[in-house]
């Protein structure tokens, strides 16, 4: 069996997560995650941790949810979680906005997985996002 990852989404109001193994990406699972503690976060992703080798978060919940977050994978004995954020350059796409923190890190990566899956092919790609951008 190859190594799995988990990959975890923070929104403004949900937590997604699922695993990656194989080149097969596992079931999601989603729950709201206002005012969670580091007990919370620890306790949702527990089962998903179970034997992962990588950690990979997009976040745009903010320093104090990150730092919670953090906190409950390692305290559940995960590995030290990579925290992805949007990039001048990255994967051969290029952003486009003059302050690169201005594209929330979840939508540049959703451009850089189209680009991948088709783009880079010479095929067009229009990826939608539809969040909840308050």
């Known amino acids: 069996m190859k190594a799995a990852q988990l990959l975890v989404d923070v929104g403004n ?13 596992g079931r999601m699972h989603a729950a709201a995650h206002a005012g969670w503690r580091v007990a919370d976060y620890q306790r949702a992703l527990a089962a998903a941790l179970r034997g992962v080798v990588a950690v990979h978060v997009v976040s745009v919940g903010g320093a104090g949810v990150e730092r919670a977050l953090r906190a409950a994978i390692r305290a559940a004995g995960g590995p030290e979680p990579r925290f992805h954020g949007s990039t001048r350059r990255a994967a051969g ?42």
């Open 93 to 134: 796409l290029v952003n486009g906005y003059r302050e690169t923190w201005r594209l929330g890190a979840d939508r540049w990566l959703a451009a850089i997985g189209g680009w991948h899956l088709e783009g880079r092919r010479g095929r067009a790609v229009c990826v939608v996002e539809i969040g909840r951008a308050s």
């Open 13 to 25: 109001t949900r937590l997604k997560w699922a695993r990656f193994a194989g080149g097969r990406l």
